[in-house]
């Protein structure tokens, strides 16, 4: 049995803009299917928690209690934190990092490159259940 490695998927999400929030989530959708590709265990939180009928991420309180169960779990699974760093690092992320340093978890820093977006909407159509998601 091959034995995957759990990586904690760190992003930006939250924006001033729809536009801007829109391709965040797209470029959170690649980062994970880059870490899947790598044999990676990804998980990121932030994705996860913000859809539809979950938690709010406009509204503090839930964006807070995403954040921490989100952080929670990679804590208890020893998670190395994965930084993908192509849209810069937002406070979100910066807060991630700071967990993952002071509980002596491993860091990983990583680029998609500039070609991320057209490399990425290859797979965007290519979904069993197109219009659901």
């Known amino acids: 049995m ?3 490695k759990f990586v904690d998927i760190e992003t930006p999400y939250s924006a001033p803009t729809f536009q801007e929030v829109a391709r965040n ?11 899947l590709l790598r044999g990676e265990v990804p998980y990121a939180s932030h994705l996860f928690y913000t859809q539809t009928g979950i ?3 406009n509204i503090p309180a839930e964006r807070e209690r995403g954040i921490m169960a989100g952080k929670a ?3 208890q699974l020893n ?7 192509d849209l810069g690092t937002s406070r979100g992320m910066e807060f991630g990092i700071k967990m993952a340093e002071q509980s002596g978890r491993e860091i990983v820093y990583r680029s998609l490159g500039e ?6 909407s290859v797979h965007e159509g290519k979904h069993s259940h197109n219009g659901v998601w």
């Open 115 to 120: 070609g991320w977006e057209t490399e990425f």
């Open 25 to 35: 989530i797209r470029y959170a959708r690649a980062c994970v299917r880059d870490s």
């Open 73 to 75: 779990i990679t804590e």
């Open 2 to 4: 091959v034995t995957q």
């Open 79 to 85: 998670a190395t934190t994965i930084v993908y760093t």
């Open 55 to 57: 938690l709010d991420d």
